[in-house]
């Protein structure tokens, strides 16, 4: 398995969060995109974006071990970290949709990571293949869910992945400023933009 998980032309991305949407449940949608919800917690003078997918190998060994440093970021400050699920998959819409789902329902960034977690680990054994499945297994973890109209998520995602030229997983983008843009695809090269990051950031 390369350490990079590709999906060709970026239009085929695309064309899947456009399933994403059709995949919702009708309810109410967001109003304007900006104000859908997405993972983005912390704040500070540097920004992390994280680009991968539930069903991409890389991806779940990276993602695996990254929830704590994630946590001890945003408690520690600097870095605001956001997180877009790119659709390389068949499954991986379906799963991206009740992150979304989990994270419209969270009270805060720990519940929703718990979420990611749970549906990284479902999709590394297929443990989870229709919504039936996800709605299960996330209720019996006491992770509460609430379903909306995610278009307006999903066209925050499409805005990102767009801006960034993201092609691959795991991709995450270090943004220290207007002029200073990091992008790093693959397992080792993202544990060197990590490092960067942490070396840049004040001493806790």
Do not use: W
């Amino acid at each position: 398995m390369k350490s990079i998980c590709r999906s060709g032309l970026i239009d085929a991305c695309l064309n899947a969060l456009c399933l994403l949407a059709i995949l919702a449940v009708s309810v109410p949608s967001v109003s304007a995109a900006e104000d859908a919800p997405i993972f983005s917690h912390g704040e500070g003078p540097y920004e992390l974006i994280i680009f991968t997918d539930y069903f991409c190998q890389p991806c779940q060994k990276v993602e695996g071990g990254l929830t704590q440093t994630l946590e001890d970021l945003i408690e520690r400050g600097g870095v605001k970290i956001t997180i877009v699920d790119l659709p390389l998959y068949k499954l991986t819409p379906l799963y991206a949709r009740y992150f979304l789902y989990a994270l419209n329902a969270s009270s805060g960034y720990k519940d929703a990571l718990r979420a990611r977690q749970l549906l990284f680990k479902k999709a590394s054994s297929l443990g989870a293949v229709t919504a039936e499945h996800l709605e299960r297994d996330l209720k019996s973890e006491g992770i509460a869910i609430k379903a909306y109209d995610t278009k307006a998520s999903l066209a925050r995602y499409t805005e990102l992945i767009r801006k960034y030229g993201v092609r691959s997983t795991p991709t995450f983008v270090f943004v220290y400023s207007p002029a200073d843009v990091r992008k790093y695809s693959g397992s080792e090269p993202v544990k060197k933009g990590m490092a960067e990051l942490k070396q840049a950031l004040p001493s806790p």
